[in-house]
């Protein structure tokens, strides 16, 4: 069974320009999570999606959006990177249910210069 | 509002001694509880889940957590230390608020574990 799998692993971008990341979930699993890992912040929760339908937001600016797809692919998306928005993009994929593991990407690094 | 603590930044063992990583965590409904291990430029791997079932979780490679609901702690230990266990450890929280938040996780800051040989 393969996993979640995130592409690209590596970006640079200019501050300004936009960024799209994208996760495939483990085969079955409706549930994607975005989070944004930093050395200053941690793992923070950006957003769910669950069925095209995205379900909670974390707190983050509104340069930040997502979507999925109906094959529960997921995208995000960051409008005029910022310095600050380098950061492990991590993504996970779970079945429904507050009990279902969340199963993690290997993350997108993506580097704003 | 749910959240993590956990309690030691760094913990550093020997080789063949016990591991004890500390969490607490806050959380307003009946929580589920998770244990996360991250390897250099890796992703997070589940070690253990709490789901309400039993209080003591056991999980991969000889870890295992006690869910203490009086102390709002989950710890996790391990018997005797490997080098491959050197990684950095999450501590988390799946919040049940009226179903509605089944998807967001809350992490703790994280525990770096070196193990000496």
Redesign the interface.
Known sequence: KAG?TQTPRYLIKTRGQQVTLSCSPISGHR???W?QQTPGQ????LF???SETQ??K?NFPGRFSGRQFSNSRSEMNVSTLELGDSALY?C?S?L????????????TRLTVV | AQSVTQLDSHVSVSEGTPVLLRCNYSSSYSP?L?W?VQHPN?????LL?Y?SAATLVKGINGFEAEFKKSETSFHLTKPSAHMSDAAEY?CVV???AG????????????TILTVHP
């Open positions: 979640v549930s994607v999570s989070y941690g793992l923070q929760f769910e999606y669950f379900r909670n974390g991590l996970a779970s429904f249910g507050r009990e279902a593991e969340a199963f993690f990407g290997q993350g | 589920s998770f996360y890796k992703g997070l791997q589940l889940k789901t999450f799946s919040d049940n179903g509605t938040s089944y998807g967001k996780l809350t992490f703790g800051q994280g």
